[in-house]
């Protein structure tokens, strides 16, 4: 197997079919629609190729966000999947790997590895801790946006791992955009 990083805005015509079946068939239940996204481009991807099929992704989003009124720089998982035949293998693994690797090699403009989940035992397994916060983001549905959220959400896990000297706090987190 073999893993590629690529800038979004570099993703061929082909590569974006393979991703779109990727991704329909990992989240049945979210409407792709001929997308390679759910509610928003990522800025990178980590591709998992084996030959040349593309058996696994991970979408990069980096964005700052407000912690308890301080900012801090994110880099962000997005829709982390691995065709259902090849699960097992430790292809997620190695996608997060390279995710922290990437990071860990420009850690002055990153202070947080941030996940949104509603499955923590594999992030947990890779040193991703839980985080309680009150959130704000932009509610976006099928290129509509619909205001401003604010809550406490309970059916989904926030995680976090700090890659700089900045320390976690819950608390209130502005995500500066959309929900990933």
Sequence with gaps: MKLGFINEFEIDEK?????????????PEAEYRQRIYFKQLPHYRILALEGKKLVGQLGIDYRVMNLNGEAVKVFGVVDLCVLENERGK???????QEFEAIAKRNNDGIDFLFLVTDDAGFYEHLGYEKTKLTTTWLKIDQHNNYGQGTEMIDDAFFMVKAVSDKVWQDGNLDMLGYMY
């Design 15 to 27: 590569m974006a079919k393979n991703l779109h079946q990727l991704l329909q068939s990992c989240f």
């Design 90 to 96: 430790g292809i997620g693994k190695k996608l997060m």
